[in-house]
């Protein structure tokens, strides 16, 4: 799919206040590297194009809590070696590295608190920020700041105002728990009719096992199990998709006897059970 990308200086698209607000964060010392050599891409640049401000995305710091509503914000480099240097210049809290991104916790002077990842891995590093934003799985998270200038696709407007999920890519082994993420915490209403294809080519990817293994290494089988049944749930998995996961997860059920003091254990297959209505 082609997708062509409009380029706009934050001054035509911002309000002032917001503008403010994304000076406070390039005035924090802890990312002056990251701003000068990388880019802010995803969720924060797209809740900032739709007019939102900074104490709407990131939470205060004495209300935090880890439930998924707050946001991230995320910085993309050219290199590994530029966001490896970028990450090396913070003094932030509960500083840590997984397997793709350098991932910290920061505080701003007005005690909002967020967390911030420099996204290292050599194959999420790209050397434009079009080139990171169109390998996104959403066409709506596809918009960017770098410096500024602000950059997103044609086409981005019209599919926030159908609050609907434009699915475009379904590589990520993640996408699955994105998609519940933003349908739970981000007040979109479904997927576009044209997503359903690349959904169900992320039904067959999971079931094969095709992600790239050294860089989702520590994804296990619960979490696309926890996924499918999300999707599940949400109605956008259907008996043909189902089909996909028959004989790889199981429900197991325990029974107590306690006359005889003993334990009997069964296990269902999830996909038979979801398919014939009897999951739990």
């Not at 802890?30 to 990388?38: D, V």
């Not at 993420?181 to 096992?209: C, M, N, P």
């Not at 790239?212 to 290494?217: I, S």
Request: proline share 3%.
């Amino acid at each position: 799919m082609e997708i062509e990308f409009v380029s706009k200086n934050i001054s035509d698209v911002l309000t002032p206040g917001q503008i403010e607000d994304l000076r406070t964060l390039q005035a924090m010392p802890e990312l002056s590297k990251a701003f000068s050599t990388g880019w802010i891409a995803g969720g924060f640049a797209r809740h900032m194009l739709l007019g939102g401000r900074i104490h709407t995305y990131f939470q205060h710091d004495k209300f935090w809590s880890d439930d998924g509503n707050h946001g991230d914000l995320d910085f993309f480099f050219p290199d590994e070696s530029t966001a490896n240097i970028a990450a090396s210049c913070t003094n932030m809290l509960n500083s840590g590295r997984m397997a793709f991104a350098h991932s910290i916790s920061a505080r701003s002077t007005s005690g909002l608190r967020f967390k911030v990842q420099f996204v290292s891995h050599p194959t999420l590093c790209k050397p434009t920020l079009e080139d990171t934003i169109k390998r996104f799985d959403f066409l709506n998270c596809m918009v960017g700041i770098e410096g500024d200038t602000i950059t997103y696709p044609v086409g981005w407007r019209e599919a926030e105002d159908e609050r609907r999920l434009k699915i475009v890519s379904g590589h990520s082994p993640f996408l699955g728990g994105r998609i519940l993420k933003y349908l739970t915490h981000r007040g979109f209403e479904g997927i576009t009719d044209d997503s359903l294809q690349v959904l169900k080519e992320w039904f067959a990817s999971v079931a094969g096992s095709k992600f790239d293994p050294d860089l989702y290494r520590h994804i296990d089988e619960k979490y696309f199990q926890k996924s499918v049944d999300g999707l599940q749930n949400a109605g956008l998995v259907n008996k043909e998709d189902l089909v996909f996961f028959i004989n790889r997860w199981k429900i197991i059920h325990h029974e107590m006897s306690y006359g005889h003091s003993t334990t009997i254990v069964t296990h269902d297959d999830w996909a038979l059970s979801r398919m014939t209505g009897d999951a739990a």
